[in-house]
């Protein structure tokens, strides 16, 4: 038997956009807008998540 490694899913709480630009409203000194970058705090902005081995070896 081969061990399987999880395969990484879309993360389901940015669907696959982890990272968003937010506009404050503001400008920058040169008229330009002023953003800031948010990154999805499930996946931590890589827009994947590997699917956790739950309770394998829990017993104790
Ligand atoms: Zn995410």
Redesign the pocket.
């Known amino acids: 038997m081969m061990p399987q490694t999880p395969a990484p899913r879309v993360?389901?709480?940015?669907d696959g956009f982890?990272v968003v630009h937010i506009t404050t409203g503001s400008l920058t000194l040169d008229g330009k807008r002023r953003t800031l970058a948010a990154a999805?705090?499930?996946?931590k902005?890589?827009?994947t998540?590997t699917a956790r081995p739950a309770l394998a070896h829990a017993g104790k």
Do not use: N, Y
């Not at 999805?40 to 996946?43: F, I, R, S």
């Open positions: 993360c389901s709480h940015c982890p999805c705090p499930d996946c902005g890589t827009g998540r």
